[in-house]
T-cell receptor, first 116, second 112 residues
Framework: NAGVTQTPKFQVLKTGQSMTLQCAQD?????MSWYRQDPGMGLRLIHYSVGAGITDQGEVPNGYNVSRSTTEDFPLRLLSAAPSQTSVYFCASWDTGASSYNSPLHFGNGTRLTVT | TQLLEQSPQFLSIQEGENLTVYCNSSSVFSSLQWYRQEPGEGPVLLVTVVTGGEVKKLKRLTFQFGDARKDSSLHITAAQPGDTGLYLC????????????FGKGTLLTVNP
C-alpha cells in the first residue's frame, strides 16, 4: 500500500518557468490537499479538494492552480514560478468516511522546490 | 494569520531529560492533533485530543487538551535520541480536517 506519492522529490526552476507537482493516493480518500512548509512558518494550506471535480482555496492560493479530475490524483500547477515559491510542498489526503476526530491527514514525503 | 502558537520553537536537551511543548491559541478548536515529522518525510499523526481537559498517553508521551479547547501540551518523559524531530500541533474546526491549521512547530533535538 503506497499511501500518498509525490513526484518529483526535488526540482529546480528558473523564474517564470512552469511546472506541475504530482500527487497520487491509493487509499480512495475523497479529501486531498496541498501544503507548503517554510522555515519558521509551519505548514500553510494552499488548495484543497473534497472530491473529484471540487476544489477550493486555502490560506495561500496565489500563484498556484489545482484540478481534481479523479479521486486518486491532485496535481499542483505553478504557471510562472517566482523565488517566493521556493519551499517544500506536501500533499495530504484524508478519509472523510472515517471518524472525523481521530482520522489523520496522510502526508506524502514532499517535493523540495527551488526557484532561482 | 497564525492561529496556533507553539513554544519553544527550538529545544535541545540531553537524553533522559523531561520536556514540555506548548500549543496555544485564542480560538476554540473542535479537536487538536499532534504530528511528528522527521527530515525528508511528511508529518505523521501521534494523537488526536477532542474533549476539553482530555489527557492521552502514548508510551513516554503525554498529551493534554486545555479545558477551554484553546490550548494543548505535549510532555515527554525521559527523552531519547529517537524522539528527535519536528513536533507540530494542528487544530481542526467544525469537526473536520478540511482546513487544518498548523502551528509553526517545535524542533526537538535529544543528544545522547
Amino acid at each position: 500500500n503506497a499511501g500518498v506519492t509525490q513526484t518529483p522529490k526535488f526540482q529546480v526552476l528558473k523564474t517564470g518557468q512552469s511546472m506541475t507537482l504530482q500527487c497520487a493516493q491509493d487509499m480512495n480518500h475523497e479529501y486531498m490537499s496541498w501544503y507548503r512548509q517554510d522555515p519558521g512558518m509551519g505548514l500553510r494550506l494552499i488548495h484543497y479538494s473534497v472530491g473529484a471535480g471540487i476544489t477550493d482555496q486555502g490560506e495561500v492560493p496565489n500563484g498556484y492552480n489545482v484540478s481534481r479530475s479523479t479521486t486518486e490524483d491532485f496535481p499542483l500547477r505553478l504557471l510562472s514560478a517566482a523565488p517566493s515559491q521556493t519551499s517544500v510542498y506536501f500533499c495530504a489526503s484524508w478519509d472523510t468516511g472515517a471518524s472525523s476526530y481521530n482520522s489523520p491527514l496522510h502526508f506524502g514525503n514532499g517535493t523540495r522546490l527551488t526557484v532561482t | 494569520t497564525q492561529l496556533l502558537e507553539q513554544s519553544p520553537q527550538f529545544l535541545s536537551i540531553q537524553e533522559g531529560e523531561n520536556l514540555t511543548v506548548y500549543c496555544n491559541s485564542s480560538s476554540v478548536f473542535s479537536s487538536l492533533q499532534w504530528y511528528r515529522q522527521e527530515p525528508g518525510e511528511g508529518p505523521v499523526l501521534l494523537v488526536t485530543v477532542v474533549t476539553g481537559g482530555e489527557v492521552k498517553k502514548l508510551k513516554r508521551l503525554t498529551f493534554q487538551f486545555g479545558d477551554a479547547r484553546k490550548d494543548s501540551s505535549l510532555h515527554i518523559t525521559a527523552a531519547q535520541p529517537g524522539d528527535t524531530g519536528l513536533y507540530l500541533c494542528a487544530g481542526a474546526r467544525g469537526g473536520s480536517n478540511y482546513k487544518l491549521t498548523f502551528g509553526k512547530g517545535t524542533l526537538l533535538t535529544v543528544n545522547p
